[in-house]
């Protein structure tokens, strides 16, 4: 099944419109949740579910991505346990013959890491920003206990493997028709975003730098005004034709703003006037964001998100 974006751009209200929750998982017979498609020539990736990991799911909740470019087979992301790598691997050799020769880590969360025990015993190189390295050597144990909880049978197999090369600015490879850029841009979501540039494609492989179907969560460590920098000074400026985010369906750079950055802007303004009215944190969880109630997680997270904003915004 190949998909290509010129489509999937054309159709992007539509799947923000379908995506949901309670949408059943998409491939039965694989830990995946859908089969992987053909975004460009040759960039795949699997959509993972826009909803919080589950058992049904697999915790295959975020997008699962590769290249093929002709001298080797680069993956972003190791998947959230050691039998979705292997799935996510199986459907790689049903498309090519080539090697898988990189595995790159978007975060230091556990659907980007958890699998790369797997990629590792293949001894394939595993690359990550330092700061998620460091994110996963610090709360690796708790991650891994996490997703035993709901993945029970299908964790089997995982265990904790760090990156094997990490970087702070710029990791860039070169194979066949592809320059590859792992490139950390500024303070996002969680410690250690990255995204993957493919210049030559005008593509960029978000990660969590970009939300658009699911509502992005605001960790305690997420600062929404700096992410709004990194945006500004460092995401928007690469001027990409086509987004695969970190979450939900291939769109274009107009969507992920509209979610992301946009979406920041308006609470930070919510959470603001609620400040200077002299509110309390008590009542800033409920701040109007009625106009982002359509997006999954919306009912997981938008209190919590309002809560972390004024906790935030009160000491800048």
């Known amino acids: 099944m190949r998909i290509f974006l010129g489509a999937c751009a054309l159709a992007v209200a539509g799947f923000a419109a379908q995506a ?96 790369n025990n797997y990629w590792a015993e293949q001894g394939v190189p595993i690359v990550a920003h330092v700061d998620a390295a460091a994110e996963f050597a610090a709360y690796g144990p708790q991650i891994l206990e996490n997703m035993k909880r709901y993945n029970r049978d299908k964790s089997e197999g995982t265990e904790l493997q760090g990156p094997t090369e990490t970087f702070e600015d710029v990791y860039t490879v070169e194979l066949g028709a592809f320059l590859i850029e792992a490139r950390y841009l500024g303070p996002a979501h969680s410690p250690g975003d990255i995204v993957v540039w493919l210049p030559r494609q005008s593509m960029v492989i978000s990660g969590d730098v970009a939300f658009h179907e699911r509502m992005l969560p605001i960790f305690e460590h997420t600062y929404t005004a700096e992410w709004i920098e990194t945006w500004d000074t460092a995401f928007e400026p690469l001027g990409a034709t086509y987004v695969i985010p970190g979450h939900g369906h291939p769109t274009n750079m107009d969507q992920v703003r509209r979610y992301t950055k946009d979406y920041l802007v308006y609470l930070r303004e919510q959470v603001g006037a609620h400040l200077e009215a002299g509110g309390g944190l008590e009542d800033a969880y409920y701040v109007d964001q009625t106009p982002y109630t359509h997006l999954d997680t919306f009912e997981e997270l938008a209190t919590k998100n309002a809560g972390r904003v004024f906790e935030q915004m009160e000491f800048e």
């Open 20 to 115: 949901s929750e309670d949408i059943a998982d998409q491939y039965p017979g694989s830990m995946l949740y859908q089969k992987p498609v053909e975004v460009i020539p040759h960039v795949f990736s699997a959509i993972g579910a826009t909803a919080p990991p589950t058992y049904e799911n697999s915790g295959h909740n975020n997008n699962l991505s590769f290249i093929v470019t002709g001298e080797g087979v680069v993956v972003i992301n190791g998947g959230a346990a050691y039998g979705l790598a292997r799935a996510l691997h199986d459907e790689i050799k049903g498309i090519t013959d080539e090697p898988v020769v990189l595995v790159i880590n978007e975060n230091g969360q556990g659907h980007a890491m958890l699998g």
